[in-house]
Each structure stands twice: as C-alpha cells, then as structure tokens.
C-alpha cells in the first residue's frame, strides 16, 4: 500500500485550538513520548510501514546500516563483507549478544532469512532471488543469490537478526516442523539484540521500551531510558498533548495547518527527507496519454509551485521540495535542483497541439484514492491546471481496495492515479523498478503501463552493475529518460515533518550533516536526548 496508506488518512483530522508550547513542563523525566499511526507491527519478518519500521531500527539489529550523513551502508553486526558476483560473505562481530543473553551466531542470521522467506509477508520480496544462506562458522555466513543483485547490502538493512534459541524455545503448532515460526510469540515480543527491549506491546494502543543495560555499543546517558509508542492518536489529541507537554514528538501526518499552529506556539519541527516522491501517474497504454506530446502537456501544465504551497508549513519547511524527476534529490542517480520541474503554460499547449487527440474529444479521468484526503486537493488542482489549456478533467473517489483492483488491467486503469511512495532500502532500485521496469506493469505503483526497451534495460543495469559508479550513470540516464518520456508528473519530493517538545533533541532529524538516507532511521532512540 501507498507509504503509508494508513498513515496517510490519519494526517488528514482536522485539530482543534492549542495552548502555547513556548515553555515546557518536563513531567517524564528519562521517558521519551511519541506517537504513530496503528498498528505497530512488532514481528520483524512482518514490519513493512513507517511504525514498523522505527520498531525494527530499536529492538533489533541488522549486518549493516545506513551511513549516517552520507550514502551507502556501513557494518553493524558484520564487521566485513565480500562480494563475488551472486555471493556476499560476512564476518560478524564476536562481541554481541541477543537480549536474553544468548550470543549472536551465523546460524541466527541464517534462521532469520528462513523465516522471513517462509512467513512470506512484510518485506520478504527483497529477499526473492537469495537461494539460500550458510552458516560457514559461528561468525561467518554466506548468502548465495540466484543471480547478481547489487542492491542486496542496502536490502540487508531490513533483515533483522532475531534469536533463533529463543524463538524456538516459543513455537506453536502451525503448517510443518517449523510450526508458526513463532509468530503468536513475536507478535507480542522481541526476540531482538537491539538498543532497546520490548516491555509491553499493544499493537492497537502502546509499545512501551526500555534502554538495554547490555547493548555491545555504548548509549548515551542522555538517550532515553524509557520509550512509549504511541498508536492511532487523533491529531486534535496529538496537539493537545504536545501544547501541555504529554508528549514529545508527534508522526509525520499531522496536517500542515496543525504543524504551523503548533509551531507558532514554540514546537520544533524535525524533518527527515530523501527517501520517497509524490507521484501523479498516467496510463500510457489508453488514449489520449498513450501519446507522449498528451503526456508532456499535463506534466508542464501542472502547478509545481501551488503543490508544494498547498503542504508548506513555515516559510522555510514544507512536507514537500521541487522534484527535479522520479529519483528524488540526494539519491543514487537523482538529477541537479536547477533541473526541478516547473509549470510552463505556453509549453503545455504547444504540446497538446502536436497530440493525435483533439482534446474535445476526451475527458480525463482524475482519480484520488478515498482513504488519503488530501489527494482530493490535488485532483482539484490538476483539474483546473489542465482547463488553462482546454482539457477537461472529472475527479472520481476510488477506495485504496478498489483503486489496487482497477491498476491490475490497463483498461480500467484511471488516466491519472495519485500516490506516495518511499524506496524501503533508500535505494533507487527498491523505488522505480516497481514502476518503470515493463516486468512490473499493473500494480499500485505501476498504473502507467510504461514498455520501453531502453528504461529496461537501464534498471537492469542498476541491478547488476557492481561498481558504485556504473550504477550512479545508469540510474542518472534512466531518470533522463523518464523525463522524456513522461509517464509520470514528479509532483514534489516528500518531506516527513514532525512536530516536538524542546525537550528532545533529535541530530538526526535537525542537522543534514547526520541525517539517514533511509526513512525511519532518525528515530534511532540511542541517538536522541532528552535535556530535562
């Protein structure tokens, strides 16, 4: 689903009026206080959104993690790594242990892909193309891909290591000698080495956490001792509770007109971008966006700088940034900002002048998907852009389920679909060849129908390449081409912004220079402080 279509219609409850914020009281001492959307998935072979996700960065560990202020990954429970074309080998650290005290060995690395792999759910499709993986020694494991897959060590930061003593010691009975490889137990439990330990978990309400005393690097005394998760707060709660200081930081899916009010009365605003876009999607296997010039039309059409008003918070934060194409800006592959889209009218029409359709002789179909509010604003939008030169739009509420079910056939695919999508790994590949690659066609993130030869053939290449570099142009070249070929309006890239008590200080979401390139990595708790 859209990241996260849960996340999403939850941004869009109206607040209510707020009191100032200028001063805080501190009322929790060590306790950090901050709230999600439903459901925290604790189960790490499951987690797949945003809530998830901050779950599985803090109970668990990975082999490797993002670089912090820069590109790539760096080791983490794997103290080195070599690569041989479809084989990647590590040696892991001797000193780290499971938060039940039992060692971290290869073969809990090799558990933990197994099961991913058998539960089928979350992200386990990353996973697809590994044949198998092998202990070698108990700090050595080899993973042996179907073929080369270069994205692999940015896909590793989502497999969490989990103790394979312990989940065994909790089987119940399930479909083989596995049984539920121990699903009813990590759903209410962490079975993790990570910073911090599961105290009590409801996935509808509250996941509660505590520092571990044990972890094999040191946490500051700063960091919280203590962290509450909260669920499904209502945004007139979330402000509320942030204006009497109950809370410490909000989601990301407040909306802008709660976030500047809250900011007004003396909140700081956390951001964290990089990693996801706002796409407007056009079926390009149906007339009239079968036709390029058709295409070309509505991307210059479209109001670019309305879009990112319609988000902004502050004048200097906004949910949204200029897009400058389908990679957004600091990723792999991603285009220079003097390159960032903007509307061009007299270009529009030139466009449309030159489609085989005679624009009186077609409607475009607007859809916005139901449970994500503010698409509608877009939809309205888009359709008075495109009345400014003569295409006539009619927007048509669509519910994520049916939307899912009209994508999975091009001729009841919308002309224009609308959806937000993050790359889970901070990798281009994770992001675009969903979309593009013409393998992928007629999924919700790939309602555009494209066949190009040569966009596939440059995806491929970003797969399989092994220098840096040669994936670096690929990608550049294959976002070059999207361009052109415009299956897709690059709407703005997406900003997350969350509101704070000044009480917390986040590095990680306040200063670029220790930003994350994937998402949820700045609420890695170890790396905050609370001042009071």
């Known amino acids: 689903m859209q990241q996260s279509l849960k996340s999403l219609a939850a941004a869009l409850i109206l607040a209510t009026s707020a009191t100032t914020i200028a001063a805080l009281p501190a009322q929790a001492g060590g306790v950090l206080r901050l709230d999600e959307v439903p459901v925290g998935e604790l189960d790490p072979a499951k987690a797949s959104d945003y809530a998830d996700s901050v779950l599985m960065f803090n109970v668990y560990d990975t082999l490797v993690l993002a670089n912090q202020g820069g590109p790539g990954v760096v080791p983490h429970l794997a103290e080195s790594w070599q690569a041989d074309g479809a084989s990647f080998t590590f040696k892991l650290r001797s000193d780290v242990k499971f938060q039940s005290g039992n060692p971290l060995t290869a073969e809990d690395v090799v558990f933990s892909l197994d099961r991913m792999k058998a539960i089928g759910q979350g992200l386990s499709y990353l996973f697809a193309d590994v044949e198998k993986a092998e202990a070698i020694d108990a700090e050595t494991v080899k993973f042996t891909l179907t073929k080369p897959y270069s994205p692999f060590l940015s896909a590793l930061q989502r497999l969490p290591i989990v103790d394979k003593t312990l989940v065994m010691d909790n089987l119940v009975a399930g479909d083989g000698e596995m049984g539920d490889w121990g699903q009813a137990y990590l759903t209410e439990h962490g079975a993790g080495s990570g910073a911090y330990s599961v105290v009590s978990q409801n996935p509808q309400q509250e996941t509660v956490m505590a520092k571990n005393p044990d972890y094999f690097l040191d946490i500051p005394a700063a960091a919280p001792d203590e962290v509450r998760y909260r669920y499904g707060l209502e945004a007139a709660t979330v402000r509320a509770m942030i204006s009497k200081g109950e809370l410490d930081i909000s989601s990301q ?14 909140a700081q605003l956390l951001t964290e971008s990089g990693g996801g876009e706002f796409f407007i999607k056009m079926n390009t296997a149906i007339a009239p966006f079968d036709d390029q010039n058709c295409r070309l039309a509505m991307v210059n059409a479209f109001d670019y700088g309305a879009a990112i008003q319609m988000v902004a918070i502050t004048d200097t934060v906004s949910q949204g940034s200029p897009s400058t194409g389908a990679l957004p800006a600091g990723m792999l592959g991603s285009l220079p900002q003097d390159q960032a889209f903007s509307r061009d009218l007299e270009a529009a029409k030139q466009y449309l002048a030159a489609c085989k359709y005679d624009p009186a002789d077609f409607t475009v179909q607007l859809s916005w998907i139901g449970e994500v509010p503010i698409e509608e604003r877009f939809a309205l939008l888009m359709q008075a852009n495109f009345a400014e030169i003569g295409v006539k739009a009619e927007i048509r509420k669509v519910p994520w389920a049916l939307f899912t079910e009209l994508v999975s056939k091009p001729e009841t695919t919308p002309n224009i679909s609308q959806v937000f999508v993050n790359a889970v790994t901070g990798d281009p590949d994770t992001l675009i ?100």
């Open 253 to 266: 899916w407040l909306p802008p007109e709660v976030l500047k009010s809250l900011a007004a009365d003396g």
């Open 433 to 532: 060849y969903g979309m593009y690659h013409s393998s992928a066609a007629g999924t919700w993130q790939s309602p555009e129908y494209l066949k190009d030869a040569k966009v596939d053939e440059l995806l491929d290449a970003g797969r399989t390449a092994t220098d840096n570099a040669d994936r670096a142009a690929a990608y550049t070249e294959v976002n070059q081409r999207l361009r052109e070929l415009a299956p897709s309006i690059y709407g703005y890239d997406q900003t997350a912004v969350f509101a704070a008590s000044n009480r917390v200080k986040v590095p990680a979401l306040s200063d670029p220079a220790k930003a994350f390139s994937l998402n949820g990595m700045g609420f890695t708790f170890r790396l905050m402080e609370m001042t009071e």
